[in-house]
C-alpha cells in the first residue's frame, strides 16, 4: 500500500538539534527523500537516502533508516531561524511516481 | 544551470474554464512529472512523462490530461474547471528513470478556481 506518515508540527529553539521523523509502509520502496518546502516556494531536494543504508550525513543534516520498522528520520544539526518550513518525506514507489508525507512544519524560535 | 521552469506564476480561472501550465525541464533531464498539492490533500502525483510518452498517472479524471514535447517541456492541461481544482501544480525533472535519479521541483503555478 502506499502511505507516508509525519508528525504535523515541530517547534525548537535555534542552536538545538531538531529531528523530523516519517513512517511508510511500502517495503519494497528503494529510495526515501527529505524536500524542503518554503512559503510561496516548491519543494527543495534536501537529500535522500538508498534503502540498503542505515545512515547518511551531508554537513548538518543526518538521515537514518530502520528498515524493519519503516522508520525514516532528518536530524538537522544546530537549527537556524532559516530552517523553518514544511519538510516532507517520500519514498519512491514503483514506476517512479513519489509518494510524500503529509509535511511537518518547523519552527524554530530565538 | 537553470532549474525547473513553470509558467504562468498565478492564475485565476472560472468554474468550466479550462487551463494549461507550463514546465520546463532542467536540461539533460528527460522525465517529467507533475503533482497537485491541494490544502488538505497534500502532494498528489498526477501525470509521468518520459521521451515524450505518458508512463503512468495517478487516481485523476480525464479532464487532467498533458503531453511532452520533443524537447522535453510539458504542458498540463485541465478541462472544465471544478472549485476542489484550486491547488499548487507542481512539476519536477529527472534524467533517465529507474536507479537513483531525483525528482527536482519547480516553484508551481497556483491557481486558484473562483
Known amino acids: 500500500g502506499e502511505d507516508v506518515e509525519q508528525s504535523l508540527f515541530l517547534s525548537v529553539r535555534e542552536g538545538d538539534s531538531s529531528v523530523i521523523n516519517c513512517t511508510y509502509t511500502?517495503?519494497?520502496?528503494?529510495?526515501l527523500y527529505w524536500y524542503k518546502q518554503e512559503p510561496g516556494a516548491g519543494l527543495q531536494l534536501l537529500t535522500y537516502?538508498?534503502?540498503?543504508?542505515d545512515m547518511k550525513q551531508d554537513q548538518r543534516l543526518t538521515v537514518l533508516l530502520n528498515k524493519k520498522d519503516k522508520h525514516l528520520s532528518l536530524r538537522i544539526a544546530d537549527t537556524q531561524t532559516g530552517d523553518s518550513a514544511i519538510y516532507f518525506c517520500a519514498e519512491r514507489y514503483n514506476t517512479d511516481k513519489l509518494i510524500f508525507g503529509t509535511g511537518t512544519r518547523l519552527q524554530v524560535f530565538p | 544551470e537553470a532549474g525547473v521552469t513553470q509558467s504562468p506564476t498565478h492564475l485565476i480561472k472560472t468554474r468550466g474554464q479550462q487551463v494549461t501550465l507550463r514546465c520546463s525541464p532542467i536540461s539533460g533531464h528527460t522525465s517529467v512529472y507533475w503533482y497537485q498539492q491541494a490544502l488538505g490533500l497534500g502532494l498528489q502525483f498526477l501525470l509521468w512523462y518520459d521521451e515524450g510518452e505518458e508512463r503512468n498517472r495517478g487516481n485523476f479524471p480525464p479532464r487532467f490530461s498533458g503531453r511532452q514535447f520533443p524537447n522535453y517541456s510539458s504542458e498540463l492541461n485541465v478541462n472544465a474547471l471544478e472549485l476542489e481544482d484550486s491547488a499548487l501544480y507542481l512539476c519536477?525533472?529527472?534524467?533517465?528513470?529507474?536507479?537513483?535519479?531525483?525528482?527536482?521541483f519547480g516553484d508551481g503555478t497556483r491557481l486558484s478556481i473562483l
Open positions: 537516502i538508498f534503502s540498503n543504508m
Open positions: 511500502d517495503s519494497s520502496s528503494t529510495y
Open positions: 519536477a525533472s529527472s534524467t533517465t528513470t529507474g536507479g537513483n535519479q531525483p525528482q527536482h
